[in-house]
């Protein structure tokens, strides 16, 4: 009897892809929606049976959740980070998590330089002026990033491309990790701070750190006071690294001078709009959403709908690990 995989989040490319690659082997159900707790029954019936559970970031994998999965032995996600998923209640199940490690670090790094470049020469604002037939100069003036010092946060496979770019534009780097690399700094030229330090020397911060409970708004009402004058804040990680409301009030005081985001706090949300009107979403939650809603019409900030990760090349590489780590659990287990 095949085993059975159930997919969320999926359009057509990719149920075209993971039935050519694995329907011989595998009974395959898809659903086009994320997996939210609070939807849960309407799944059910589909999930019933179900070994392998494919998800990607925005479906919640909690407590509640695995209860009612009693045969689920694996959950592959189609992403590098896995904080949507409830580690703790998976080990304490004995279920098995996979994930996609090294799919896109150049590709998320091209994405951060091109927030970087929108912010450093206006060029949100060009556009939308040139498409009202505006071609004055005033407020256009940019700013050169050679000789600028840029702040990685997080110097992981990701951070360095970032890096590597940087040095490209010919700007100085400074770096904050937990894991330091001495032997990659004196190859790549860039120096390892403390995190204080960054914030307080560096043009432009981004962050490419993993979200937990220790870098949870890493980001704050108290450090972003110390952020250097005028400095661009790129976010192309996770939208819980920064305190949105402390990012608002930087904006409005020019303690920094503009922000570009590629993940939001509570985006899910704004994906799934229609849980918003879910007595069990938090009031805390949508305290974010407004907060996301007020940031989308500043002329400061710079907002992609997470697609940091979304290149052809990218995603081919999330297909096929994928399609790997299933085919590992039926080798593993017949």
């Known amino acids: 009897m095949k085993k059975k995989v159930i997919f969320f ?38 999930m019933e049976g179900a070994e392998i559970l494919c998800i990607f970031v ?22 590098t980070g896995y904080d949507h998923i409830d580690l703790k209640a998976c080990k304490d199940r004995g279920i098995l998590i996979s994930n996609v490690p090294l799919y896109g670090e150049n590709t998320v790094a091209e994405h951060t330089f091109a927030l970087i470049l929108a912010l450093s020469r206006n060029i949100h604002k060009a556009y939308y002026r040139t498409l009202r037939e505006r071609f004055e100069l005033e407020g256009l003036q940019g700013f050169d990033l050679k000789d600028k010092t840029l702040g990685v946060v997080g110097a992981g496979h990701i951070g360095l ?41 560096s043009d432009v911060i981004t ?20 952020v250097k004058k ?28 503009g922000a570009g985001l590629d993940v939001l706090e509570g985006e899910d949300l704004i994906q799934e709009e229609k849980r918003l009107f879910s007595p069990e979403v938090p009031h805390e939650s949508l305290q974010k959403v407004v907060r996301n809603h007020i940031l989308l019409h500043r002329e400061d900030v710079v907002i992609t709908p997470h697609i940091g990760f979304y290149s052809r090349e990218a995603i081919q590489r999330i297909r096929r690990t994928t399609v790997k780590n299933i085919r590992g659990y039926l080798r593993d287990n017949p």
Do not use: C, W
């Open 9 to 46: 989040e999926t359009g057509k490319e990719e149920k075209d892809y993971f039935r050519k690659s694995l329907r011989k082997d595998f009974s395959l159900v898809f659903i086009d929606s994320p997996l939210a707790e609070e939807e849960l029954d309407k799944y059910l019936p589909k």
């Open 58 to 79: 925005y479906s919640k994998i909690t407590e509640k959740v695995l209860g009612h999965l009693t045969d689920l032995k694996l959950i592959t996600t189609r992403s």
């Open 161 to 201: 491309h970032v890096i590597r770019m940087a040095k490209g534009f010919g700007m100085e780097v400074l770096a904050y990790d937990v894991q330091k690399q001495p032997f990659l700094a004196e190859i790549l030229d860039f120096r390892y701070v403390t995190l204080e330090f960054l914030l307080k020397n």
């Open 207 to 226: 962050l490419h750190a993993p979200l937990n409970d220790k870098t949870h708004h890493m980001i704050n009402k108290k450090n972003i006071q110390t």
């Open 230 to 257: 005028g400095a661009l804040l790129i976010n192309t990680a996770r939208g819980e690294l920064v305190d949105t409301e402390a990012l608002l009030l930087a904006l409005e005081e020019g303690a920094i001078s």
